[in-house]
């Protein structure tokens, strides 16, 4: 139902954000975020960041799984 | 369980040997990834994998696409995401429109249908306004932003939906959710935690091939248990409180309403419609609409597909008359629907 | 070479002396050779041996885009399909229409990319068309071109040729063309550094002859892309295909798009790219082969052949489970909501 895509800030200014996805560049909002700086990750949907976020699932999961298993 | 220590996920679902399982992916994308990975073939049989009514092209109403339509036929150019492209209303689909002269641009973001709406002021530029509350606050801020700058030539054909009273309408329907990752990024955990405190069960899911195993690795361990739960299993994106910003934009520019899902009827307040200090961008008020109600197929049982009542497979239109390329059904008009991505990813097949 | 300004008129469509100077100033002043008609037709040595002959008909918008344009993919698209029959590409023709008010000078670099094209490849122009349509009539310039080829003695690749425990193999990574056509077309707001595949391959498929004649399939992967073309083998062949997701070579920042949009690289066009079906014995080689060509550095294997689920492609997927790749479903649409 969202595809989400996890990029890159690279520059912000006035509530928009370049942000980068593996070279793929685009345009985005951050208005509805706060603190967001250039080198943040955040999850991209339909052309504004819905979150902050680390950008790999591995200590995720792992931690997770960690809890789960303890 | 100290000998379960380290195993993998995917192990944990191997290993799992309980008694039958409903897990209810809620999510449209998850049932994509979920497919595309070939992530059921790695669970147990008794594992069940449900595809629930989270994509929201399957649950628009066939009438939405006829408004669309016939606003097309008034010479408003329609802006939308490509995901509604295809999909059938009662006689015509967007593409077949376009075919026959009608304006309709595929944009990423509503935003870029304002921007399209700014550049083409003799135009009259109406978006498409579908999905659930992650796709809702990119609508808002372009009516917002649009209410700012006076633009006076776009519009919104709304037909947003909520999850609250979707999750009470599918009570029973499963005995684990899988949670929408994205959804809950904006809406934050409270609701899952209630949603325990009335028995039901459920783990947030990202979308890599990581973390949804993870999150069924949890879901098949905890319902081992024996008492309803809820698990964050996508915390590196979903916090408790959400990204109240968008809630609060949400509650700025629309407010509940009763609404139509496709497939499963209606279902009270689990819609939303532009409130009235945002009459002026509301497509059915500006253009005067008159009253569409459009109609589906009777013989398709995407209805009982979407509650988990019976495998797209067991419909008698599925892979027939009902395919990817000519859909008939809810669950088969986009890529995200519980028939089409079992059509195109081989659910019999393989 | 005269310099060229201005625009086509309808005047140089209508025969008479604009025309004329239209076609020396702009084609025949690039496409200059002793094979180059003046009169109504080529006469031409025939090849020796068997002969490949195949017509392809060229529109794409922007006509302009990183890594090419319409001339340059109109030589490689048709020399493509005759070395994908193993023939080596001998003449051209080439048929243009043009929208009244382009711009010269492009169509003036137009032809010279068709030009430096051709003799890159050895092929040579022999004969050409010319015609004027009126304002919105075409969208700039519709290119066709028609080639014949002689076929290497020995070599007969055809759809229908892929066996049970043959290995498929890619000249490089997929997608590039139509990423590039999508970004150039500006409709979604994304930026990336991506250039397009377009390439003339004959040295590609010389390179894998010289190794072996025994290729039972190459095909270029041109509209709908790999995951199409693999379909196209599976039904002619009657055999299915199973694909390792993992070995599919993909630029990264045509990923990035494809993620951006929800779409899949298998199905986006290239216009460099060979999908090449040979007896598993022989891939290495060939594979080796193809690395020392320009434009097929990035060759790699990325699947087999099997005798089960004919018709069917099958991926193995990251997590080592097998799904389908769905079936080209026609206009690519992005998935966002």
Same mark, same amino acid.
């Given at each position: 139902?969202?595809?989400?895509?996890?990029?890159?800030?690279?520059?912000?200014?006035?509530?928009?954000?370049?942000?980068?996805?593996?070279?793929?560049?685009?345009?985005?909002?951050?208005?509805?975020?706060?603190?967001?700086?250039?080198?943040?990750?955040?999850?991209?949907?339909?052309?504004?960041?819905?979150?902050?976020?680390?950008?790999?699932?591995?200590?995720?999961?792992?931690?997770?799984?960690?809890?789960?298993?303890? | 369980?100290?000998?379960?220590?380290?195993?993998?996920?995917?192990?944990?679902?191997?290993?799992?040997?309980?008694?039958?399982?409903?897990?209810?992916?809620?999510?449209?994308?998850?049932?994509?990834?979920?497919?595309?990975?070939?992530?059921?073939?790695?669970?147990?049989?008794?594992?069940?994998?449900?595809?629930?009514?989270?994509?929201?092209?399957?649950?628009?109403?066939?009438?939405?696409?006829?408004?669309?339509?016939?606003?097309?036929?008034?010479?408003?150019?329609?802006?939308?995401?490509?995901?509604?492209?295809?999909?059938?209303?009662?006689?015509?689909?967007?593409?077949?429109?376009?075919?026959?002269?009608?304006?309709?641009?595929?944009?990423?973001?509503?935003?870029?249908?304002?921007?399209?709406?700014?550049?083409?002021?003799?135009?009259?530029?109406?978006?498409?306004?579908?999905?659930?509350?992650?796709?809702?606050?990119?609508?808002?801020?372009?009516?917002?932003?649009?209410?700012?700058?006076?633009?006076?030539?776009?519009?919104?054909?709304?037909?947003?939906?909520?999850?609250?009273?979707?999750?009470?309408?599918?009570?029973?329907?499963?005995?684990?959710?899988?949670?929408?990752?994205?959804?809950?990024?904006?809406?934050?955990?409270?609701?899952?935690?209630?949603?325990?405190?009335?028995?039901?069960?459920?783990?947030?899911?990202?979308?890599?091939?990581?973390?949804?195993?993870?999150?069924?690795?949890?879901?098949?361990?905890?319902?081992?248990?024996?008492?309803?739960?809820?698990?964050?299993?996508?915390?590196?994106?979903?916090?408790?409180?959400?990204?109240?910003?968008?809630?609060?934009?949400?509650?700025?520019?629309?407010?509940?309403?009763?609404?139509?899902?496709?497939?499963?009827?209606?279902?009270?307040?689990?819609?939303?419609?532009?409130?009235?200090?945002?009459?002026?961008?509301?497509?059915?008020?500006?253009?005067?609409?008159?009253?569409?109600?459009?109609?589906?197929?009777?013989?398709?049982?995407?209805?009982?597909?979407?509650?988990?009542?019976?495998?797209?497979?067991?419909?008698?239109?599925?892979?027939?008359?009902?395919?990817?390329?000519?859909?008939?059904?809810?669950?088969?008009?986009?890529?995200?629907?519980?028939?089409?991505?079992?059509?195109?990813?081989?659910?019999?097949?393989? | 070479?005269?310099?060229?300004?201005?625009?086509?008129?309808?005047?140089?469509?209508?025969?008479?002396?604009?025309?004329?100077?239209?076609?020396?100033?702009?084609?025949?002043?690039?496409?200059?050779?002793?094979?180059?008609?003046?009169?109504?037709?080529?006469?031409?040595?025939?090849?020796?041996?068997?002969?490949?002959?195949?017509?392809?008909?060229?529109?794409?918008?922007?006509?302009?885009?990183?890594?090419?344009?319409?001339?340059?993919?109109?030589?490689?698209?048709?020399?493509?399909?005759?070395?994908?029959?193993?023939?080596?590409?001998?003449?051209?023709?080439?048929?243009?229409?043009?929208?009244?008010?382009?711009?010269?000078?492009?169509?003036?670099?137009?032809?010279?990319?068709?030009?430096?094209?051709?003799?890159?490849?050895?092929?040579?122009?022999?004969?050409?068309?010319?015609?004027?349509?009126?304002?919105? /009539?075409?969208?700039?310039?519709?290119?066709?071109?028609?080639?014949?080829?002689?076929?290497?003695?020995?070599?007969?690749?055809?759809?229908?040729?892929?066996?049970?425990?043959?290995?498929?193999?890619?000249?490089?990574?997929?997608?590039?063309?139509?990423?590039?056509?999508?970004?150039?077309?500006?409709?979604?707001?994304?930026?990336?550094?991506?250039?397009?595949?377009?390439?003339?391959?004959?040295?590609?498929?010389?390179?894998?002859?010289?190794?072996?004649?025994?290729?039972?399939?190459?095909?270029?992967?041109?509209?709908?892309?790999?995951?199409?073309?693999?379909?196209?083998?599976?039904?002619?062949?009657?055999?299915?295909?199973?694909?390792?997701?993992?070995?599919?070579?993909?630029?990264?920042?045509?990923?990035?798009?494809?993620?951006?949009?929800?779409?899949?690289?298998?199905?986006?066009?290239?216009?460099?790219?060979?999908?090449?079906?040979?007896?598993?014995?022989?891939?290495?080689?060939?594979?080796?082969?193809?690395?020392?060509?320009?434009?097929?550095?990035?060759?790699?294997?990325?699947?087999?052949?099997?005798?089960?689920?004919?018709?069917?492609?099958?991926?193995?997927?990251?997590?080592?489970?097998?799904?389908?790749?769905? /079936?080209?479903?026609?206009?690519?649409?992005?998935?966002?909501?």
């Amino acid at each position: 139902m969202c595809v989400g895509l996890s990029a890159k800030v690279v520059r912000i200014a006035d509530g928009m954000a370049m942000v980068d996805a593996s070279g793929a560049k685009r345009e985005i909002s951050v208005q509805l975020l706060n603190d967001v700086e250039p080198g943040d990750y955040v999850m991209v949907h339909a052309g504004i960041a819905i979150a902050k976020i680390t950008d790999e699932d591995e200590h995720e999961t792992d931690e997770v799984m960690e809890e789960l298993l303890a | 369980m100290s000998d379960a220590k380290g195993k993998t996920a995917a192990q944990v679902l191997a290993d799992y040997d309980g008694p039958r399982l409903r897990i209810m992916e809620v999510c449209g994308t998850h049932t994509h990834e979920i497919f595309r990975l070939g992530i059921r073939k790695l669970l147990p049989p008794q594992v069940d994998l449900i595809s629930g009514p989270g994509c929201p092209v399957c649950v628009t109403q066939v009438g939405f696409i006829d408004e669309a339509l016939w606003l097309a036929d008034q010479g408003v150019t329609i802006t939308t995401f490509g995901d509604l492209v295809r999909v059938p209303g009662t006689t015509r689909s967007l593409a077949s429109a376009r075919a026959d002269g009608a304006r309709v641009q595929v944009v990423y973001s509503p935003l870029d249908a304002l921007e399209y709406a700014k550049a083409h002021p003799e135009e009259q530029v109406c978006f498409l306004s579908v999905g659930f509350e992650t796709t809702v606050p990119a609508s808002c801020l372009a009516v917002e932003q649009a209410h700012a700058q006076g633009v006076e030539n776009f519009s919104l054909l709304v037909a947003n939906k909520t999850m609250p009273n979707a999750y009470a309408a599918l009570k029973g329907s499963a005995d684990v959710f899988l949670y929408p990752g994205h959804v809950h990024a904006i809406t934050g955990t409270s609701l899952c935690e209630e949603l325990v405190e009335q028995g039901v069960s459920g783990v947030l899911a990202g979308f890599t091939a990581k973390e949804l195993l993870t999150a069924l690795a949890v879901a098949v361990t905890k319902a081992q248990e024996g008492e309803p739960f809820f698990v964050n299993a996508y915390p590196r994106v979903v916090r408790p409180e959400g990204t109240p910003a968008a809630v609060e934009l949400i509650e700025r520019v629309m407010e509940p309403c009763d609404t139509e899902w496709r497939g499963l009827g209606v279902i009270p307040q689990s819609g939303l419609r532009l409130r009235e200090a945002y009459a002026a961008f509301d497509a059915r008020k500006k253009f005067d609409m008159p009253h569409i109600e459009g109609k589906a197929n009777p013989a398709c049982r995407c209805g009982e597909v979407l509650q988990g009542h019976c495998k797209p497979s067991d419909c008698p239109l599925f892979g027939k008359v009902c395919t990817p390329q000519s859909p008939v059904g809810a669950c088969m008009v986009s890529g995200e629907g519980a028939c089409s991505a079992y059509y195109q990813y081989g659910g019999d097949l393989l | 070479m005269t310099e060229v300004s201005g625009k086509v008129t309808l005047a140089m469509g209508a025969g008479g002396k604009q025309t004329a100077k239209l076609i020396d100033e702009v084609f025949a002043a690039r496409f200059a050779s002793p094979l180059l008609t003046a009169d109504d037709a080529a006469v031409l040595e025939p090849p020796r041996g068997r002969m490949a002959m195949s017509t392809d008909g060229f529109i794409v918008s922007p006509s302009f885009f990183p890594g090419g344009n319409i001339g340059k993919l109109s030589i490689c698209g048709t020399v493509n399909d005759l070395a994908c029959m193993g023939a080596r590409p001998m003449y051209l023709t080439c048929g243009f229409v043009i929208e009244e008010g382009y711009p010269l000078d492009k169509l003036a670099q137009i032809a010279q990319a068709m030009a430096d094209t051709a003799a890159s490849c050895g092929v040579t122009l022999v004969a050409g068309d010319t015609k004027v349509a009126g304002k919105g /009539q075409v969208d700039g310039v519709f290119i066709t071109t028609t080639g014949v080829g002689e076929i290497v003695e020995g070599a007969a690749p055809a759809g229908a040729k892929a066996r049970p425990g043959d290995a498929i193999i890619v000249t490089g990574d997929v997608g590039r063309h139509g990423c590039t056509i999508l970004l150039a077309r500006d409709d979604f707001g994304i930026e990336a550094d991506v250039t397009s595949d377009c390439a003339p391959l004959w040295d590609s498929v010389e390179a894998m002859l010289d190794v072996t004649n025994d290729i039972h399939v190459i095909r270029d992967a041109t509209r709908g892309g790999v995951g199409t073309v693999l379909y196209e083998i599976a039904s002619q062949s009657g055999v299915g295909v199973r694909l390792d997701a993992a070995s599919v070579p993909v630029d990264p920042a045509v990923g990035g798009v494809c993620r951006m949009l929800g779409l899949e690289p298998l199905y986006l066009a290239c216009e460099g790219r060979l999908v090449v079906i040979a007896p598993k014995e022989q891939a290495p080689a060939l594979v080796e082969a193809l690395r020392g060509c320009p434009n097929s550095g990035g060759a790699a294997i990325i699947g087999e052949v099997t005798d089960d689920r004919p018709g069917w492609v099958v991926m193995r997927t990251e997590i080592g489970a097998e799904t389908l790749l769905p /079936q080209p479903g026609g206009e690519l649409l992005p998935r966002i909501c």
